[in-house]
């Protein structure tokens, strides 16, 4: 079994002491950081459809969630860039009612790296939480994140509740769709956290 595949079986069973481990030793035997990243996501992926199909429930996604974190958490200084520039605030956060963080996670520490001072919400963040932040901090950008079918109305009550106060605004999560964005007149839609970068990028430059 290669390393790559041991990290997937590690954050797939949820083993979180040894995640880190085993993401370091594939960097030293000359895995790239995106190549591990991009393994772990599919982990999430695995135990997704395992939880789906009964098989395992939610504390054992929480477990795997944790062990994943373990690992990014050694990739993030390898993902992050060199931000010389400084490109404004960028405000972000899970939606109201949603509890995942990962997906966000890696899109703020990859906004941060391209040059956004990155004010995060965590989880659970209501429409008007993000719209005080965005106003007391100057944001060029809110960025916000839904990983639910049933938080998608939340992603459309903060969506309005931005462009209503001005703002620009970027959302993603794993049911949006660039369809689901134009229609709840966000700015902009990215499927992952490298294409976030570009988009918000593009958007605070128009
Ligand atoms: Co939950 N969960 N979960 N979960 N969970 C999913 C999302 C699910 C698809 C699993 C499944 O059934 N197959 C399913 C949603 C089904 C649906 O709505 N269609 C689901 C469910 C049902 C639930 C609960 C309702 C289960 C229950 O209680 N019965 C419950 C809800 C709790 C709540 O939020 N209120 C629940 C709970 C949890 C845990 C707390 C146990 C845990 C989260 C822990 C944590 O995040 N700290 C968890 C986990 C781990 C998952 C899965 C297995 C993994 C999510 C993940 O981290 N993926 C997930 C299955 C899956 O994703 N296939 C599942 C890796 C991550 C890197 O991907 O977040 O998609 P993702 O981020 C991507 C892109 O989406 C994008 O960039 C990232 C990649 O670069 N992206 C953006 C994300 N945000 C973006 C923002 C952007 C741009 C791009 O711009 C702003």
Do not use: R, W
């Amino acid at each position: 079994m290669s390393k790559i595949q041991e990290i997937q079986e590690m954050v797939a069973k949820g083993k979180t002491k040894v995640v880190a481990g085993l993401v370091q030793e594939a960097l030293d035997g000359g895995a790239q950081p995106k190549e591990i990243l991009d393994a772990m996501i599919e982990s999430m992926g695995i135990v997704g459809d395992k939880f789906s199909a009964g098989e395992i429930f939610v504390p054992e996604m929480l477990i795997s969630a944790k062990a994943m974190s373990k690992g990014v958490d050694v990739l993030k200084p390898l993902l992050a860039g060199d931000a010389s520039t400084s490109l404004g605030t960028c405000v972000i956060g899970t939606v109201a009612g949603d509890l995942h963080d990962i997906g966000k996670n890696l899109v703020s520490m990859m906004l941060e790296s391209a040059g956004f001072t990155m004010i995060d919400l965590g989880v659970d963040v209501p429409a008007a939480k993000f719209v005080e932040t965005a106003k007391e901090n100057n944001a060029v950008i809110v960025a916000a994140s839904g990983l639910l079918t049933t938080t998608m109305p939340a992603l459309k009550e903060t969506s309005l509740a931005l462009k209503d106060a001005g703002f620009t605004v970027i959302v993603g999560g794993a049911p949006v769709t660039q369809a689901y964005a134009d229609e709840i007149k966000a700015d902009g839609y990215a499927p992952d956290a490298g294409s976030a970068v570009t988009k918000a990028k593009e958007l605070v430059k128009k």
